[in-house]
């Protein structure tokens, strides 16, 4: 994120150049690389931006209630709703930021990553409060938020980013300090910062809260195996791009499971946000768009947005993924 427009102008000039076996469409194209007996998307699978205009998007959540898209625009603190028949809304003023935590007042301090919980409740990682929080009340698009978990022994967090809950209403959360990012000095400002890590946490139903890694400098999106057996985070950082796998029945024992080096050398960008689809395989933006790998490691597919991208998700029959970026909203036709 300190090289946003530097690596949009790279990956858009390396989308157009690279002769590769893809289809393209208004700078769009979709790379096929594994005869995977689970084809999720096609060469000519339909590529189309819904909402543009945005600073950072982030947080995409289907809603079934209301057949309608969530996301996030974490530079505006704002959360923001779209479906086919009304189009682009507003939902919520503020997202992330009312003055709970000490923390700057501009910059990316809107939520970031939103769950629909176990009890129907919106969740959500606030940059800017520094705390995951759960949605009590909306009126007039004006939220009502209780604090679920804000503070590590004591010491508020970073800028909770991406989360996970479990079937038995357990969360898993990252926290990379990017709510101290200013944008206009293209920098971290650490005034606010307490803890001297970045942390994986999960947070149990009991109420009891353990750090499952601190040795990710840059951990963003997090997700589930459909077992529940694995945890899988991504790293953002372009110097260790990769994906950490954490074995939950293992007393969270990690190993590698993607290396996004070489990709990152050819495309730029890093990995953000990241999705286990019914299948099992795994979709993750990251280098050159979004990633579909399987449960093995194994790349399978990539899927290229012409720029940089930061999260995805499905609706709730994965009839489209849903992808945001810096500056846009997309999604993409599934079989």
């Given at each position: 994120m300190k090289k946003i427009t530097y690596l949009i102008f790279i990956i858009f000039i390396i989308a157009c150049n690279?002769?590769?076996?893809?289809?393209?469409s208004n700078d769009f194209f979709i790379e096929i690389f594994s005869?995977?007996?689970?084809?999720?998307?096609?060469?000519?699978?339909?590529?189309?931006?819904?909402a543009d205009s945005l600073i950072v998007a982030e947080g995409p959540l289907w809603s079934k209630e209301m057949n309608s898209l969530l996301f996030t625009d974490v530079a505006a603190n704002k959360i923001y709703k779209w479906n086919e028949k009304s189009g682009l809304s507003d939902y919520m003023i503020p997202s992330g930021y009312t003055g709970y935590?000490?923390?700057?007042?501009t910059g990316l301090i809107g939520a970031n990553g939103l769950i629909y919980g176990n009890d129907g409740s919106l969740y959500l990682c606030q940059?800017?409060?520094r705390r995951v929080a759960k949605l009590i009340k909306l009126d007039d698009d004006v939220p009502k938020f209780e604090t679920v978990i804000d503070k590590y022994e004591g010491k508020f967090f970073n800028s909770?980013?991406?989360?996970?809950?479990?079937?038995?209403?357990d969360i898993y959360f990252t926290d990379p300090p990017y709510g101290f990012f200013n944008p206009q000095e293209r920098k971290f400002n650490n005034k606010f910062k307490e803890l001297?890590?970045?942390?994986?946490?999960?947070?149990?139903?009991?109420?009891?809260l353990s750090l499952i890694s601190s040795n990710l400098s840059l951990p963003n999106g997090i997700t589930l195996s459909n077992d529940e057996n694995y945890l899988f985070v991504n790293n953002s950082d372009d110097k260790n791009p990769i994906i950490t796998k954490y074995n939950i029945k293992d007393d969270f024992s990690s190993e590698l499971f993607f290396d996004g080096t070489e990709l990152l050398k050819d495309y730029g960008g890093g990995f953000d946000g990241l999705k286990v689809h019914?299948?099992?395989?795994?979709?993750?933006?990251?280098?050159?768009?979004?990633l579909i790998i399987s449960p093995n490691g194994e790349l399978i597919s990539r899927i290229n947005f012409g720029g940089g991208v930061t999260n995805c998700n499905f609706d709730e029959d994965e009839k489209f993924l849903y992808v945001t970026?810096?500056?846009f909203v997309a999604r993409v036709s599934l079989n």
């Amino acid at each position: 994120m300190k090289k946003i427009t530097y690596l949009i102008f790279i990956i858009f000039i390396i989308a157009c150049n690279r002769n590769t076996n893809k289809e393209k469409s208004n700078d769009f194209f979709i790379e096929i690389f594994s005869n995977s007996d689970q084809n999720i998307v096609d060469l000519d699978s339909k590529i189309e931006i819904i909402a543009d205009s945005l600073i950072v998007a982030e947080g995409p959540l289907w809603s079934k209630e209301m057949n309608s898209l969530l996301f996030t625009d974490v530079a505006a603190n704002k959360i923001y709703k779209w479906n086919e028949k009304s189009g682009l809304s507003d939902y919520m003023i503020p997202s992330g930021y009312t003055g709970y935590a000490p923390n700057f007042e501009t910059g990316l301090i809107g939520a970031n990553g939103l769950i629909y919980g176990n009890d129907g409740s919106l969740y959500l990682c606030q940059h800017g409060d520094r705390r995951v929080a759960k949605l009590i009340k909306l009126d007039d698009d004006v939220p009502k938020f209780e604090t679920v978990i804000d503070k590590y022994e004591g010491k508020f967090f970073n800028s909770p980013n991406d989360m996970i809950m479990d079937s038995n209403g357990d969360i898993y959360f990252t926290d990379p300090p990017y709510g101290f990012f200013n944008p206009q000095e293209r920098k971290f400002n650490n005034k606010f910062k307490e803890l001297n890590f970045s942390g994986v946490y999960k947070f149990s139903i009991s109420g009891e809260l353990s750090l499952i890694s601190s040795n990710l400098s840059l951990p963003n999106g997090i997700t589930l195996s459909n077992d529940e057996n694995y945890l899988f985070v991504n790293n953002s950082d372009d110097k260790n791009p990769i994906i950490t796998k954490y074995n939950i029945k293992d007393d969270f024992s990690s190993e590698l499971f993607f290396d996004g080096t070489e990709l990152l050398k050819d495309y730029g960008g890093g990995f953000d946000g990241l999705k286990v689809h019914s299948s099992g395989n795994i979709f993750s933006t990251g280098p050159g768009g979004v990633l579909i790998i399987s449960p093995n490691g194994e790349l399978i597919s990539r899927i290229n947005f012409g720029g940089g991208v930061t999260n995805c998700n499905f609706d709730e029959d994965e009839k489209f993924l849903y992808v945001t970026g810096f500056g846009f909203v997309a999604r993409v036709s599934l079989n």
